[in-house]
């Protein structure tokens, strides 16, 4: 069944500007990633946020992870161009085997 | 260096070929995936090997069979093509478990089945 659900599905804005992804989920996880798909390419990882910790940066990067309502976030600050890409959340039960479930990803769009 | 490489990058067939895709990673990397991207881009999980071991076969087909000849390599090899096939296929790695560890990813092969 799906875990991660990003919300919005598509998302346009001006470059400068910053956008928020967020990703919701049913069961417990281990932890929580991010990955970035640009168009014809394989996925990038971009953060990995676990289970107890609340909040993660990374350059440009920002994550919080909120277990108990089961969501998470991506905020990418002073967007550019080149972060037009799909960008999935991807979650890892607990209790289970190695299965990393991905959710269905946000579109992001930089306009000029 | 390429880090996770696939061929080929595109593959055009008929239906009831068949049909395999190559993997192999250069980090040394203990675990490698494959994934089936359809056209709606959801990403899903078929298979997982660890130290050439299966650990993980989805709901996958029979016609769809890994084949790890060691660690480094995992090949998928696709018998009677049919038209529901066609997706982007990604192999990836990782250090170790993917409940860990960040995953890499190939540049996937776009399958197209007429």
């Known amino acids: 069944s799906q875990q991660g659900e990003e919300d919005p599905q598509a998302l346009s804005i001006q470059e400068g500007e910053n956008a928020t992804m967020n990703c919701s989920y049913k069961?417990?996880?281990?932890?929580l990633q991010w990955y970035r798909q640009n168009s014809g390419r394989g996925l990038v990882h971009l953060i990995l946020i676990r289970s107890n910790e609340r909040e993660k940066h990374s350059g440009r990067l920002r994550v919080t992870l909120d277990t108990s309502k089961k969501s998470s976030s991506l905020l990418i600050t002073a967007s550019r161009a080149a972060d037009t890409a799909s960008y999935f959340c991807?979650?890892?039960?607990?209790?289970?085997?190695?299965?990393?479930?991905f959710g269905k990803g946000t579109r992001l769009h930089i306009l000029p | 260096d390429t880090a996770v490489s696939q061929t080929p990058k595109y593959l055009v067939t008929q239906m009831g070929n068949d049909k395999s895709i190559k993997c192999e990673q250069n980090?040394?990397?203990?675990?490698m995936y494959w994934y089936k991207q359809d056209s709606k881009k959801f990403l899903k999980i078929m298979f997982s090997y660890n130290n050439k071991e299966l650990i993980i076969n989805e709901t996958v087909p029979n016609r769809f069979s890994p084949k790890s000849p060691d660690k480094a390599h995992l090949n998928l090899h696709i018998n009677s093509l049919e038209l529901g096939d066609s997706a982007v296929y990604f192999c990836?790695?990782?250090?170790?478990?993917?409940?860990?560890?960040?995953?890499?990813f190939g540049p996937g092969t776009r399958l197209t089945v007429t």
């Open positions: 990836a790695s990782s250090g170790r478990l993917a409940s860990s560890y960040e995953q890499y």
């Open positions: 991807a979650t890892v039960n607990m209790n289970r085997d190695d299965k990393i479930i």
């Open positions: 980090l040394g990397h203990d675990t």
């Open positions: 069961t417990s996880i281990n932890n």
